[in-house]
């Protein structure tokens, strides 16, 4: 009854204000799930509630999708990578350098199609969504602005409660999930003196020639900050960019929301001819004096405050009557605030409890690595605003990460809600090895979430066989049964990709000597983005997760192994890559990981008590390896198997070896599973 | 009189349980009740132990650690035990609680310190801690500048000091300290500290790591005079301490009047390079200087010394003024002419050969092997890596010609990935079937690599590797489950040409099927047919032998007969319908066997059984058909072929049903010495 009567609401905006009228329409619709904003990730979330048949709503403000993309950037250039050739065919490998697509089952939704040039143009992403939008017909409520979200308690909800959601025009919306989906969108203001002389980045002009002979200061040292500097700089006198913090390069900090190479022209020009340049200092600290010929001046708030309010500004002090040299005592005809961007929390109620983070976070709201908000249950935040869970650290504030994350979340809510287990795929032991090498060499999640998303490996008992999901929450590791209707008793692996400790940071110089590192023995010691494998005896446990060591993104594992960084990030060499992963496998679960051909394993069957997996798994099962002429000849030539008693009865994997260095690179128990790997193989 | 007398008793009885505990148990933690822990202490010695409720865990970390030590603190006299409080005898010692156990040191029956447990976190710590407690005038803890100046003033003209920083107490580097002095303790002094200030206070740079100083004390009789110090360079082991301090022992410039061939140092013995400066009687004086400058500045890295030459028997180059002996054994002397004291020192500097003495034994379990490839089919994948198979005989299929290929034709595909070894052997036997198919089959052989294509290949619901499916026009697509290898596949490969169950239209027909006639091309690859015989209206029936011939599709033949004249048939066989003719063709018989059951899986499983011989030789290819039978195998092992004669006996034993709890096969010992030397 009541979707009758609204199914015109989405067709026929004309036919709205008469049915708004309707005494009927304030009973509130429901939907299990509301998503808010039709941006990037609010249409990747709408995707897998399409796909799952769910039955959700996304509410967007204006007329069509994407609508931050048709003003930001202002200078219209993304600076996410738009890579079309990697060489490689492999769909998913090439998603780590396509920085712009959203995840769906159609080819012809990649990026790629849309635009030609590496930085694509804002316009073409705009395009994109709204294209995204349309082919797989998500179901999007447009020219709906929500002004209220507010909570009623109910016991037969899924939550306790409801989201009641209000619309522009009064109609209300309940839902029993609230995916929150609308980024950053208010411009962040620091207040000193002056500031209503501050052009901010939103609405400055962007184009160069009302720039021409100007002297221009920037605030901020962000990308919109230098964004805004290239655009201007090759007609203006001079720019000086002034913020509180030194100026972090992204290739340093291994984090694409610092300054990106493609921004940082003012660079040269300061450091080659010190053209342009930055200042460091506290904004706070500042006022801006805007003299009789309307120049601006910069002092300190400080003077201002001491010369009282009845002066005029000509005759306040200056930094530079003091310190005659003072870097900033020319007059300035534009000031330009690019200081990046707050969540808009002004239409949650307070029952939400949606409040914002401390520390670095204060833009975004408080939320838990499983995305769900601290305040109420049920209500998730996707897309940039949930960067707080990986702010500076990994890619969860843009496309290329929150991809990711958005499908975690549908996942989570799956299984929550519908009873559907986390997808998995079981597998025989024997293909563990190659399980985590496809995965390691073509996961794009893995690799762009890194250090956020972990791929997990269950095992079955007496591993025998494991289950494999993909891409979970890392630091919702100890409640993963929970999460994710998967058991985890008989011990688990986590696979994520990091790099090296202490190779990121904003003064770290990253092109140093020997930065890359060659052998296996030290490949602890890796600085690149690298996989690395942490084996679990149980399922950590919450206390042992929040107090981990600083830095690390998990717990002390029972052993850990890091395939060594690899420059073309192709894990696959047998000797340098895929032997001492089976090697460190093969400890953690006393067992055998390698493949035998038929021969061999008819041998074992007839002199053996017990045979190792491959030959159990495949051979016993009449699916032995069968060996051809010029295999057979290698096999004669080279030690093998003869030499099997030999070389088994030793210590197998150098990276469980205890090192003086990183502790916790060794098992914590190394001789045990040293020496129970070597009796159970020397029973072969 | 008599208390004393028994007193001497008691300490003999103590004695005597000492040699029991101790001597055996060389290095494991004896555990005693307090009152016989306290007969063991003997004045002087020192002792260890650790006080815990008797009902503590027999196991924590803490004791482990504590077992460790006890081995090292015997080096050292200090006897270590576990003292069992049990309630009969409360002891001070004994806690109240369980976690405020403590450690205690005696020395002779007086307490000297008590160690909380945390403090003894491992046996570095326990050795340290103790010896620390023991050597406690030996080595003065200080904390600023000032104790520092004090002492060494003290010292002056008496004795040299050894000065050394750790991190904090407890450490490897503080236990090496510890044993050092314990050997040292009596000749040097040695000062300690934990402070950081301290350590910089007197110019170090590097206050990261343990440092230790020698300061040249007794040198100086001047008091106004600081004294030299020398600063240790190797990190802080026990070994390294011990060499460092043996140096700093040797005198610091040595006069010798003989071949340099000759002479011979406690440097040279310790693995350092002797530097020899060559003098004249002329310029004794001011070489002797230079000398002693130059081994000041080489102290700890060189020995120096003051060759005489006009004393001298031997020849050395006439201009010549430095001689520099390694001590590497064979390596030929150099004579330098160096006329700068700083291209000594840097001359020597850069030819030290540093030896890295690992203590650290586990260091040396690191496999020198751990490159080495101990999986076979790696290893022979990896060996044949460069040899070019003719992949052309096969189509590789991307994700824009999958789908229209295998709608296309009918074809087998191979789901690979081409790092993985097992995929790419296996590719090798897939390739061998193509050249063996070429020109000859219907059967188009591709193959998909899903390391380029993984979509396609989680579509086809493929996720292990390698894969290989069947694809055939209008029909759902078979996985192949066979072994993998040239011969199954082939066979697979071939037995699929037709459809199974084949319907069979009259008896002429029939009797062509059970001769082999009917596919004489196939029955190579099928050593058996199989018939099915039912009366036109036992519908279930064919529908599950149907189902059952179609399951075996690719392994063995099957066939179904249920025209009206059946009985013509199953009267010939002597068989009641249902039933199933199985027609051997390698040995030429066909029998009957009645189908009690008509249930699909039933059907498969009496064709498998039928399929087993009674006493087949045991091969590669059917162990695992004969293994799954879960029976014991009964070998008979045969050098070569099998004699008649004893097969037959066998076979007498099987017919008389003595073996029925055996599977009885016989085994080619020589094929088998032959696969085992492979």
């Known amino acids: 009854m009541g979707l009758s009567a609204l199914a015109p609401l989405w067709s026929s905006p004309g036919l709205l204000l008469v049915i708004a009228l309707h005494p009927a329409l304030s009973v509130p619709t429901h939907r299990d799930y509301c998503v808010l904003g039709a941006g990037p990730a609010g249409l ?112 037969r909800a899924w939550n306790g409660h409801y989201f009641i959601l209000t619309d522009q025009k009064g109609q209300v919306h309940q839902c029993s999930v609230l995916l929150v989906a609308t980024g950053l969108s208010v411009p962040n203001q620091v207040d000193f003196p002056g500031s209503e002389y501050v052009e901010g980045y939103e609405s400055v002009s962007v184009d160069p020639e009302d720039f021409v002979g100007q002297n221009v200061l920037i605030l901020g040292r962000g990308n919109s900050a230098f964004e805004t500097a290239d655009n201007i700089l090759g007609v203006t006198n001079f720019i000086h960019m ?32 010190s053209l342009d340049g930055l200042l460091e200092s506290d904004l706070t600290d500042l006022a801006i004096l805007k003299d009789s010929k309307g120049k601006f001046h910069v002092t300190l708030k400080f003077f201002l405050e001491e010369a009282g309010t009845n002066q005029s500004t000509d005759s306040i002090t200056l930094p530079q009557d003091d310190n005659d040299n003072f870097a900033m005592r020319v007059p300035y005809d534009r000031v330009i605030r690019c200081l990046g961007w707050n969540f808009d929390f002004s239409i949650f109620n307070k029952s939400l409890r949606l409040n914002s983070g401390n520390a670095f976070g204060k833009k975004y709201p408080l939320i838990r690595a499983s995305y769900e908000s601290k305040g109420s249950r049920g209500l998730f935040v996707l897309g940039t605003a949930s960067h707080s869970v990986d702010y500076r650290k990994s890619a969860g504030g843009f496309i290329h990460g929150f991809r990711y994350t958005a499908r975690a979340v549908h996942r989570l809510l799956e299984h929550r809600h519908h009873g559907i287990a986390w997808p998995a795929t079981e597998l025989p032991i024997t293909q563990l090895t190659s399980s985590i090498v496809r995965r390691v060499n073509e996961a794009s999640g893995l690799y762009q979430m890194f250090g956020v998303l972990a791929d997990v490996v269950l095992l079955k008992e007496n591993a025998t066989a494991f289950e494999y999901l993909e891409e979970f929450p890392l630091q919702m590791v100890a409640q993963l049964e929970m999460l994710t209707g998967r058991k985890a008793q008989h011990g688990l692996f986590v696979i994520i990709m990091e790099y090296g400790r202490n190779f990121s940071g904003p003064d770290k110089d990253v092109f140093f000597d ?95 008590q017990k045979l190792p997996p491959f030959c159990q798994q495949g051979y016993l099962r009449m699916q032995g390896l069968v060996s051809t002429e010029s295999l057979r000849q290698h096999r004669v030539e080279s030690w093998l198997p003869r030499n099997h008693a030999a070389t088994d009865s030793r210590l197998e994997d150098s990276s469980q070896q205890p090192g003086d260095h990183e502790p916790l690179d060794a098992p914590m128990a190394p001789g045990p599973l040293a020496q129970s790997l070597d009796s159970n193989k020397e029973e072969l | 009189m008599m208390s004393s007398g028994s007193s001497v008793f008691r300490v003999g009885i103590s004695f005597a349980i000492v040699c029991i505990f101790y001597v055996p148990t060389i ?82 029956n007086i307490l000297l310190r008590e160690f909380p447990t945390d403090t003894l976190f491992d046996v570095n710590a326990i050795v340290a801690h103790v010896l620390f407690a023991l050597l406690f005038n030996e080595v003065k803890y200080i904390t600023n500048l000032e104790d520092l100046q004090n002492i060494e003033n003290a010292l002056k003209g008496k004795a040299n000091i050894v000065f050394s920083y750790v991190r904090a107490i407890g450490i490897p580097e503080h236990r090496a300290v510890m044993e050092a002095a314990f050997v040292y303790g009596t000749t040097y002094q040695f000062v300690l500290t934990t402070e950081i200030a301290l350590l910089e206070s007197i110019g170090s740079e590097d206050v990261e790591n343990a440092r230790l100083y020698f300061f040249h004390c007794k040198l100086v009789l001047d008091l106004t005079q600081q004294c030299r110090s020398t600063l240790m360079e190797q990190p802080l082991t026990t070994l390294n301490i011990h060499l460092f301090i043996k140096i700093m022992k040797a005198p610091l410039l040595t006069e010798v009047a003989d071949d340099p061939q000759q002479v011979s140092t406690v440097h040279l013995q310790l693995g350092l390079p002797l530097v020899f400066i060559v003098s004249q009687q002329a310029t004794y004086e001011a070489d002797r200087r230079t000398a002693e400058w130059v081994a000041w500045r080489l102290l700890g890295k060189a020995g120096v010394l003051l060759l005489l030459r006009d004393s001298l028997e031997v020849n050395i180059p006439q201009h010549a003024n430095v001689v520099f002996k390694r001590a590497e054994k064979g390596v030929p002397m150099e004579f330098l002419v160096l006329h700068d004291v700083d291209l000594i020192i840097s001359h020597v500097e850069n030819n030290i050969h540093v030896e890295e003495i690992q203590e650290d034994e586990d260091d040396d ?97 493929v996720t292990e590797f390698p894969f290989v499916k069947m694809y055939k026009k209008g029909k759902n697509p078979v996985s192949y489950t066979g072994m993998l290898g040239t011969e199954d596949l082939l066979k697979f490969i071939q037995l699929n040409r037709i459809s199974y169950p084949v319907n069979i239209t009259s008896i002429q027909e029939a009797e062509e099927y059970l001769s082999g006639e009917l596919y004489k091309d196939l029955i190579s690859y099928s050593s058996m047919s199989v018939l099915g015989l039912f009366s036109p209206n036992m519908t279930t029936a064919k ?29 010939k066989y002597a068989a009641t319908l249902p039933a199933l003719l199985l027609a051997r063709h390698t040995e030429g018989k066909i029998e009957s066997i009645p189908l009690a059951s008509t249930h699909a899986q039933d059907v498969v499983q009496i064709i498998t059984d039928a399929l087993l011989e009674t006493f087949p030789e045991i091969t590669v290819e059917n162990l695992p058909s004969y293994f799954r039978l879960q029976k014991p195998l009964l070998i008979l092992f045969s050098d070569g072929s099998i004699n008649p004669q004893y097969k037959n006996a066998i076979l007498t034993l099987v017919k008389q049903k003595y073996l029925d709890s055996f599977t009885p096969c016989w085994l080619n010992l020589h094929d088998f010495m032959e696969k085992k030397h492979l």
């Open chain 2, 365 to 461: 379990v690191e496999g020198p092997d751990i490159d080495t490839q101990d999986d076979e089919v790696a290893e022979t994948v990896y060996r044949d890596r460069k040899r070019k198979l003719p992949l052309e005989l096969t189509v590789e299929l991307t994700e824009e010609t999958f789908n229209a290929t295998v709608m296309a034709s009918d074809n087998i595909v191979l789901f690979y990935v081409d790092w993985q070894a097992v995929s790419m052997a296996f590719l090798q036997s897939y390739i061998d079937v193509a050249i063996k198919l070429k020109g000859t089959s219907t059967m188009l052989l591709t193959r998909i690599n899903c390391a380029d294509w993984p979509d396609v290949c989680t579509k086809q619901n």
């Open chain 2, 27 to 108: 290095d494991s933690l004896p555990e005693l009740s307090p009152q016989k822990y306290f007969s063991t202490l003997q004045p002087g010695k020192a002792s260890l132990a650790y006080f815990c409720q008797a009902d503590s865990p027999r196991t924590s970390v803490f004791l482990e650690e504590l077992n460790e030590a006890v081995r090292p603190l015997q080096d050292y006299g200090i006897s270590v035990a576990k003292v069992n409080c049990v309630k009969e005898e409360t002891s001070r010692y004994c806690g109240k609680e369980k976690d405020l156990m403590k450690a205690y040191l005696f020395k002779g």
């Open chain 2, 543 to 571: 529908e599950d032998f149907s189902e059952a011939g179609n399951y075996l599709k690719g392994y063995v033949i099957t066939g179904i007969y249920s025209e009206e004249d059946v009985s013509l048939l199953s009267n």
């Open chain 1, 242 to 273: 002034l913020s509180r913090s030194r100026v972090r390069l992204s290739w340093a900090t291994h984090y694409v929301g610092d300054l990106r190479a493609i921004n940082n022209g003012l660079l040269d020009t300061y450091q080659l001819k």
């Open chain 1, 44 to 155: 990747q979330m709408a995707y897998f509630l399409q796909r799952a048949g769910r039955d959700y709503a996304v509410f967007e403000r204006t007329q069509r999708p994407g609508s931050f993309f048709t003003r930001y950037p202002r200078h219209r250039k993304l600076i996410s990578i738009n890579k079309r050739y990697t060489g490689n065919a492999n769909s998913e490998f090439n998603l780590r350098h396509d920085w712009n697509s959203l995840l769906s089952h159609d080819p012809r939704l990649l990026f790629r199609h849309y635009s030609r040039a590496y930085f694509p143009d804002a316009h073409d992403m705009v395009r994109y969504l709204g294209d995204f939008t349309d082919t797989l017909g998500l179901r999007v409520l447009y020219n709906t602005t929500i002004t209220h979200v507010t909570l009623d308690k109910d016991q």
């Open chain 1, 514 to 608: 020997n930065r890359s590192v060659g052998q296996t023995e030290d490949a602890w010691q890796s600085n690149f983005l690298h996989p690395v494998i942490y084996y679990y005896r149980h399922l950590p446990t919450e206390q042992e997760v929040r107090f981990r060591p600083a830095h690390w993104p998990l717990p002390r594992p029972t052993a850990i192994h890091h395939i060594v960084e690899d420059f073309l990030t192709d894990w696959t060499a047998p000797i340098g890559h895929i032997l001492p992963l089976r090697r460190f496998l093969e400890n953690c679960l006393d067992t055998d990981l390698r493949s035998f051909y038929a021969e061999s394993c008819f041998l074992f069957a007839l002199t053996r």
